[in-house]
């Protein structure tokens, strides 16, 4: 199986570590400039395409780790080579755009695979078993929070631009918006609040949403780019009629990561950590792999990365309009 990455980024570089702990064969990178491949392409042998034109011919599966607002074109670009897909989240920049990403993976009659990574880290992954095997009862409700600092980029930082990432409702707390859904289902309507919607140029932004589910279970999730660099912290609570699960990165996390760090030993996005051996982002690529060969049905479906965009979309309208938004369900969206 011969790999292409798209984008040169952090989070081509946790893909291509991942693709390493596979017998797959990463043969190239894709990227805007060559100086911005060259690292990944030295440190894992890579050849540089100047775009994925280039590289279609190369390759069984396209991995985008691209801008948000660039997963649309390269999918359906790809899906019309009959590449299979991994797609970073989210799918698309809105539900039009992801619906028709999976149709035309659909009519292609290739595999479309979206990382939300979230369901691969151990904490949340053994919560998602508990559940399951009902140790907690019905959940009733969730409380999610995703904290970490501001997105920085030395020049184009399209994480500040609204139109291309869709800010931290669609970049960041889509995480938990999917998490929230695996747990307790579908989504019925969604209420939401952030901090730019009334001040725009504020330098740090935080967002409230407030998930009803159609079991009846509600979800309390928060999500803010306020911290210091490098700090992540997450945090997870599902209360059942039975039991309640609770986890806190801030347990195992020092305390001296709440200090400020503004050399390069920083990344310019923040990305949870996990105290278990292999990295979550690693174990998604090898289970990613096992499903490209036939081995595994997707912890992930597209069909769920389509969800979670329907979610973000609606708590972005909720947060511009100061109201609830409804949710129709996807088959009706879809037709």
């Known amino acids: 199986m011969k790999v292409g990455i ?13 693709w390493a702990a596979t017998d ?4 190239g990178i894709a990227a805007e400039t060559e100086v911005e491949a060259m690292p990944l392409a030295k440190k894992y042998n890579l050849k540089i395409y100047p775009d994925l034109a280039s590289m279609l011919p190369d390759v069984d599966v396209v991995d985008i780790c691209t801008p948000t607002h660039l997963h649309y074109e390269m999918t359906l670009q790809a899906a019309a080579a009959k590449k299979n897909i991994i797609c970073e989240k989210p799918l698309g920049r809105n539900v039009a755009q992801a619906l028709e990403m ?16 979230v369901r691969f880290f151990n904490e949340y992954a053994l919560a998602k078993a508990s559940v399951m095997k009902g140790e907690i009862g019905k959940p009733g409700v969730l409380r999610l929070n995703r904290g970490s600092f501001r997105p920085k980029k030395p020049a184009g930082n399209w994480f500040l631009d609204d139109s291309k990432s ?5 970049d960041l707390m889509i995480h938990d918006f999917d998490y929230a ?3 307790a289902g579908d989504v019925e309507s969604v209420f939401a609040k952030k901090i730019t919607s009334g001040h725009p140029d504020a330098p740090v932004d935080y967002g409230l949403v407030i998930l009803t589910h159609r079991s009846g279970a509600i979800s309390h999730i928060t999500g803010s780019w306020a911290y210091p660099p490098p700090t992540f912290r997450t945090h997870l609570e599902i209360a059942g009629d039975g039991g309640l699960i609770e986890y806190d990165s801030a347990d195992t996390a020092p305390i001296f990561n709440l200090i400020a760090k503004t050399d390069s030993s920083s990344p310019d996005v923040g990305l949870p950590s996990s105290p278990v051996a292999e990295s979550p982002y690693t174990t998604q690529i090898k289970e990613f792999y096992a499903v490209l060969c036939g081995e595994k049905h997707p912890r992930v479906t597209a069909a769920d990365g389509v969800a979670a965009v329907q979610i973000a979309e609606a708590a972005i309208q909720s947060a511009a309009t100061g109201k609830a938004v409804k949710l129709a369900s996807l088959a009706e969206v879809s037709r």
């Open 6 to 18: 798209v984008g040169a980024g952090f989070m081509a570089g946790t893909h291509a570590a991942g």
């Open 24 to 27: 797959a064969t990463v043969v």
């Open 102 to 117: 999976v149709d035309a993976c659909r009519k292609a009659g290739v595999i479309l695979l979206v990382a939300h990574v």
């Open 166 to 170: 869709g800010g931290i409702l669609l």
């Open 181 to 183: 859904r695996w747990i």
